[in-house]
Every structure is written in C-alpha cells, then in structure tokens.
Nanobody
Framework: VQLQASGGGLVQPGGSLRLSCAAS????????MGWFRQTPEKQRDLVAT???????NYGESAKDRFTISRDNVKNTVYLQMTSLKPEDTAVYYC?????????????WGQGTLVTVSS
C-alpha cells in the first residue's frame, strides 16, 4: 500500500493551492484520510481529516480557509487551500487508515512541500 502526494509548490501570500494524495496497492477499504503538516520547529500537526462518509474535522489553522474532500472511487483525498499565509509553509503529509486485508493500519505519504512567500 502506498500513498502518493502531489500538488505542493511555491505560492504567493493570499494565493491558493490544491494538494492530492492517492492510495494505491492491494487493500480492502479506507476509513479516514487526512492531511498533517510539519515544519522543522514544530511537531506534525493536524490540518484536516475526512471519514469515508464525508464527515470532516479541521485543525484550528485550517478552519475557514482549507477544504478537505475525497473521491472514494479514485481512493484520493484532496486539500484545497485558499488565502495562504507564510505561516502555512510546511511539508504536508497525507495519512490514511487502511485495511490491507490483515488489519487496519495507518499509512503516511512521502510529504509535499508548500512554500508561501512573495
């Protein structure tokens, strides 16, 4: 099972960016999918999660600016980020709770760097 994240890059303050993360490999089901972010100075923090039924949960930094969504057919989770600020600069990691046929496990993607700077 692999999670492949994409969509990071350099964006100006106030701009927008959309991240994607697709699950691939052999598995039975995906429950929660989500995004976390990390800077060298801080621990990995919650950005947002979404359950298979669409129930969402946001970290304080993401409320009112970011929107998480998922496509259960494509096994992909998205993070639409708007009104980006320099403090949103971080490596963004996707995470998913996946039943690989043996048990439910948490998987992490490789991370994608988002840099907000003028």
């Amino acid at each position: 099972v692999q999670l492949q994240a994409s969509g990071g890059g350099l964006v100006q303050p106030g701009g927008s960016l959309r991240l994607s993360c697709a699950a691939s490999g052999s598995f039975l089901n995906i429950n929660y999918m989500g995004w976390f972010r990390q800077t060298p100075e801080k621990q990995r923090d919650l950005v947002a999660t979404i359950a298979k039924n669409g129930f969402t949960n946001y970290g304080e930094s993401a409320k009112d600016r970011f929107t998480i969504s998922r496509d259960n057919v494509k096994n992909t989770v998205y993070l639409q980020m708007t009104s980006l600020k320099p403090e949103d600069t971080a490596v963004y990691y996707c995470n998913a709770q996946i039943n690989d046929g043996d048990s439910w496990k948490g998987y992490w993607g490789q991370g994608t760097l988002v840099t907000v700077s003028s």
